[in-house]
């Protein structure tokens, strides 16, 4: 599986170049877009992870050319904030799947993973466990068929256990990976527990078989339960 990488930044470029071979994939890296959409022209990949923010072209422009000529392949992008603006522009441009920077490393390998388990062609990634379908790019959840609405951080804290989804998350991988507030002395223990709470209303309360179950003195998981 080769995946091509279209960062500025060269120092995180070369860390996610090391830490995709490292994990068997071949590599290709390019520090702008040019050289990134030249290299999609002239050779072949099965995935591209694409930065936004890149001088002269943006990540965004870079992939509409990409998709105006043509190429399916699944494109994985990089956003610097979580601005709706940012990821609704790189959704209609033709992006599979985002991530928001900073972002843990098996985070991104988690989006690889299942990116290259896609087929091409297919557009809208769903994430599914038991009857419960999470749309990651229409931001959209249904259990049962049955529209369920979720706040903006709801949205984000179910996606995150959904993708973990089987594993254990504890408060600190929340906290880091979900909140992004990874340096802070004060616990969002609180917090957590409460957004978790919410989320549970929405998505177990009026279902007999419950998704998000607590690991007492360790964190979360979303798995289905068997009968
Ligand atoms: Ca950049």
Not at 163 to 173: A, C, D, K
């Amino acid at each position: 599986m080769r995946i091509l990488v279209i960062e500025d930044e060269q120092k995180l470029g070369q860390a996610l170049r090391e830490g995709l071979e490292v994990e068997q994939y071949g590599v290709a890296l390019a520090h702008t877009g040019e050289e990134g959409f030249y290299r999609v022209l002239t050779e072949s990949f099965d995935l591209v992870i694409l930065d936004v923010m890149l001088p002269c072209r943006s990540g965004v422009e870079i992939l509409a050319s990409m998709r105006q000529h043509g190429f399916k392949t699944p494109v994985l992008m990089l956003t610097a904030r979580d601005t709706v603006d940012d990821r609704v522009r790189g959704l209609d441009a033709g992006a599979d799947d985002y991530l928001v920077k900073p972002f843990a490393f098996p985070e991104l390998l988690a989006r690889v993973r299942a990116l290259s388990r896609r087929g091409i062609g297919e557009t809208s990634p769903r994430l599914r466990v038991g009857d419960l379908e999470v749309d990651v790019i229409g931001r959209s959840v249904t259990r049962g068929g049955q529209a369920l609405e979720l706040t903006a951080r709801e949205f984000e804290l179910l996606e995150y256990l959904v993708r973990h989804q089987g594993h254990v998350v504890s408060r600190e991988m929340l906290t880091r990976d979900v909140w992004k507030e990874a340096g802070r002395h004060t616990p969002l223990d609180n917090v957590i527990d409460v957004h978790v709470a919410r989320l549970r209303r929405k998505i177990d309360d009026q279902f007999d078989h419950k998704l998000v179950h607590t690991v007492r003195g360790v964190g979360f998981v979303v798995r289905e339960e068997q009968d």
